[in-house]
């Protein structure tokens, strides 16, 4: 399962693409594959300490990009699950090293008058950005080439790989597939279990623990951007690498012992 996570990420367009742009969000995957680890041994261990460690990535993530902001639901979330073995000395920690690294933008927003900008942007009438759906699955697959390329993106790939193009495309939409059917796994599972993580043996055989934190991350964000009517460039979904190809890879990895598929 591992391999073929790492694979789907190597050979990602948009994680390849992206991380060879100057951009401060361009950053994010080195700390959210940070925030992956100290997620999976909080988890794990159920340290308080981990949570603070937790509470500070996404506080620095958020500096370089917005979107890491909306990755605190998640946050939220666990710690009311987890109350109990962060302790009010952890959760309160947590919350004073979130305000220290906030710091300049509360600065910004009450002394640079910026508060009453950002009403006013949320109170402006905004459909829902469902097209979010389908940015996932352009960012998940080769499908991104898609949107980089817009209007000559016929013409690249022909120039590319000329008649091969009838055979590879339509197989690279595999990982759409699969990306998709990654996702789908995660909801029946969080319906039916109706909790964040389940450490127990039967459980992660069947759904390893990084599978449930690329699920519950890209749930958490995806419901958050359509609350807030957030337009969602590609770009803004940076900060759910690599959540795209551990869900991928999922579906993959199930298929796996099936000979044709390993064909294919």
């Known amino acids: 399962y591992a391999m073929i996570s790492i694979v789907l990420l190597a050979f990602s367009p948009a994680f390849t693409i992206y991380a060879n742009i100057i951009w401060q969000q361009c950053i994010l995957p080195i700390l959210i594959v940070i925030f992956y680890i100290t997620l999976t041994r909080f988890i794990k261990y159920k340290e308080g300490k981990q949570f603070v460690l937790l509470v ?20 939220i979330l666990i710690a009311i699950f ?6 009010i000395k952890y959760l309160a920690l ?17 002394f640079e008058k910026e ?3 950002l009403i006013s942007y949320g109170t402006t009438h905004r459909s829902v950005y469902w097209k979010i759906f389908r940015q996932h699955i352009r960012i998940a697959s080769f499908d991104f080439f898609r949107y980089y390329f817009r209007y000559d993106f016929n013409a690249v790939l022909t120039k590319s790989i ?3 193009k009838f055979i590879l495309y339509p197989l690279s939409c595999i990982l759409m597939l699969l990306y998709v059917a990654g996702f789908i796994s995660y909801l029946g599972w969080i319906i039916r279990k109706r909790r964040l993580f389940d450490t127990t043996e039967e459980v992660l055989v069947k759904y390893p623990l990084p599978f449930q934190i690329a699920g519950s991350m890209t749930l958490t964000v995806t419901i ?3 609350l807030l009517k957030v337009e969602t460039p590609p770009h ?16 993959a990895y199930r298929l796996w012992n099936f000979f044709w598929v390993r064909i294919v």
């Open 56 to 75: 500070i990535i996404i506080s620095i993530a958020a500096q370089l990009h917005m979107s890491a902001f909306f990755i605190f639901p998640l946050l």
């Open 82 to 87: 987890y109350r109990k073995e962060i302790g």
């Open 94 to 110: 947590a919350i004073f090293c979130a305000l220290i690294l906030f710091l300049p933008y509360l600065y910004h927003l009450f």
């Open 115 to 117: 508060l009453a900008k």
């Open 162 to 164: 000329s008649f091969f």
């Open 224 to 226: 958050t951007y359509l």
């Open 236 to 251: 803004y979904l940076i900060v759910l690498f690599p959540a795209y190809s551990i869900l991928t890879g999922f579906t």
